[in-house]
């Protein structure tokens, strides 16, 4: 009687260790040391997902930072120069990069170049307003196009990287399956490997695909009010090059009322 009440005893306890093994197959050791071919890929083209969008994150975040540190000290050495042909000299010293300098460059240009060809088909065609308008126009969607340069990278990864984990989770449920039927019997065992790297590929991609999602909200929100920055800002050139004065409330600028103040005579030729 004992001898038969052995074996029975002893099976609970061989199959808890057996389940306890093969829940070891989930973990991400066994992962990377049984990886596929399939597998392999899907975790090359995440990691590539990865790198790329959170090398665009960091580049974007320290570039906006710059932008909007710098727009209120671009915009207020403009109208506070005391001359047109001071304020250019000062936004030619600004950095390449800072586009409000670039806007007021641009307007400088247009302004310049309508005064030296007075007389001519082009200024009969448009007036110094038309003309400036326009060359604000260009300048304003430049910059945007500008700021808005690797938001596709981030849509595509934060849309295209659960899809890519997902092929991964399918994959790995196809190979339990195959197992499931191969060993003939129900038993975790069996199915514990695959499942894990299913489950493993399910979080890669969510791991890639969700900062990618909530940088390219963040991006595209913070953009939209810098371009209503740049659109403010060329309104105001516009007024100043057009009619020699800044409109502010309904109210003169005092720049724009003193002698010699920007505005007060017709800004120079900008080198490009």
């Known amino acids: 009687m004992i001898q038969e009440s052995t074996p029975s005893a002893a099976s609970p306890a061989m199959g808890g260790n057996a389940n306890a093994e093969a829940l070891q197959q989930l973990g991400f050791s066994h992962f990377i040391h049984h990886l ?33 540190a710098r727009a209120d000290k671009v915009i207020k050495l403009f109208w506070d120069t005391p001359s047109a042909q001071d304020a250019v000299r000062v936004m030619e010293k600004q950095p390449r990069s800072e586009p409000f300098s670039k806007i007021a460059l641009d307007a400088a240009s247009a302004a310049a170049h309508h005064q030296r060809h007075e007389g001519s088909r082009m200024v009969e065609a448009l007036n110094r307003s038309e003309f400036v308008d326009r060359a604000l126009r260009q300048a304003v969607d430049r910059e945007s196009r500008g700021l808005e340069g690797g938001l596709t990278l981030l849509a595509t990864v934060g849309s295209a990287a659960v899809f890519v984990g997902l092929f991964g989770t399918v994959i790995g449920i196809y190979r ?7 060993s003939g019997q129900s038993s975790i065992s069996a199915v514990a490997g695959p499942v894990g790297e299913a489950l493993i590929m399910t979080a890669a991609g969510l791991f890639t695909a969700i900062p990618a999602v909530i940088a390219y ?15 403010e800002f060329a309104h105001d050139l516009h007024d100043f090059f057009a009619t020699g004065a800044r409109v ?19 800004p120079p030729a900008v080198k490009k």
Do not use: C, K, Q
């Open 36 to 68: 596929g071919v399939v597998d392999l890929v899907v975790l090359i083209i995440l990691l590539v997902m990865s790198v790329s969008s959170w090398y665009f994150i960091v580049a974007t975040v320290i570039r906006n930072s710059l932008i909007r």
């Open 176 to 182: 339990a399956l195959i197992n499931l039927g191969a």
């Open 217 to 231: 909200n963040a991006f595209a929100r913070a953009n939209r009010v810098t371009i209503a920055h740049f659109d």
């Open 248 to 266: 502010e409330a309904g109210t003169p600028s005092l720049a724009a009322a003193r002698p010699g103040a920007v505005g007060a005579t017709p």
